[in-house]
């Protein structure tokens, strides 16, 4: 398919950033699992995003999804790209473009998007297309994810004077990995829609647990039109992670 060659070449530099992840670079990978409780359909993903800074206020995120639906037996290919301007050290604005393979049709994804973070609170939220390549008939699409810290039990928080780490013993607030012990905790949730042509709206909540020095579990439930859903990640932050959230139609609904 049209994607594969760029699919090859834009993962073997996940990997090299992975691995070598440093200031003014972040990425966020992982895979998840979900299923759709009431028409027991289940969705797999993998996916790698990477973000750099430019030096200045400019920035740009790529990702990229490879993704399985039971009923399909095919895995799937998303490839998106954002760039992105820092209006403030908590406040970036952005545009994005994308493709994704739907059940071997190539359809495009476009749209701007707002992100926000603080020591606390993450949260980027976006409106755009999502359209045959070529044209066609489009759906507009719209979304909103954020992420609250709650507390950190296990982070690292002061320096003795013999130079040792002094542990935390309570919550403190810090956004990023706390120690390589984890004990992050946090709450997570949005709301993702469409409004054209058709009217349907997904909402989620979940929590996320940091696992290890960067590494996060999370779980999340689900609904959209009287379908529940319920969803696990395994992911891992290097550097940061990236501002903005993956786009395109299955990233948004999964299992639905």
């Known amino acids: 398919m049209k994607l594969f060659g760029i699919f090859m070449i834009t993962a073997a530099g996940f990997t090299a950033t992975a691995a070598t992840a440093e200031t003014g670079m972040g990425f966020n990978g992982g895979f998840g699992l979900y299923k759709n409780t009431d028409s027991h359909n289940h969705l797999n993903d993998l996916y790698g995003q990477m973000f750099w800074n430019f ?5 740009a995120q790529f990702d990229l999804t490879t993704h399985e639906y039971d009923f399909d037996s095919q895995r799937r290919l998303s490839l ?22 739907w059940f071997g049709n190539d359809y495009q994804y476009y749209g701007a998007e707002l992100a926000y973070e603080d020591n606390r609170f993450k949260a980027d939220g976006h409106i755009g297309k999502f359209e045959p390549v070529g044209g066609g008939f489009d759906y507009t699409l ?19 004077s013999d130079g040792s780490a002094a542990s935390s013993s309570g919550p403190s607030g810090s956004f990023g990995p706390s120690s390589s012990f984890g004990g992050r905790y946090y709450i997570i949730g949005g709301v993702h829609g469409i409004i054209d042509p058709i009217h349907e709206t997904l909402f989620y909540i979940g929590g996320s647990a940091e696992l290890n020095n960067g590494l996060y579990a999370d779980l999340t439930a689900a609904t959209v039109n009287g379908q529940e859903q319920i969803g696990f990640q395994l992911r891992k932050e290097l550097g940061g992670g990236v501002p903005y959230h993956r786009r395109g139609w299955t990233a948004a609904f999964h299992a639905w």
């Not at 030096?55 to 920035?59: M, N």
């Not at 719209?142 to 003795?160: A, E, K, N, T």
């Open 55 to 59: 030096g200045g206020p400019f920035g």
């Open 80 to 101: 998106g790209a954002h760039l992105s301007y820092e209006v403030s050290a908590e406040v970036s604005v952005g545009a994005y473009y994308g493709q994704q393979d």
């Open 142 to 160: 719209w979304g909103f994810d954020g992420i609250f810290l709650i507390g950190d039990y296990g982070g690292v928080s002061s320096v003795s």
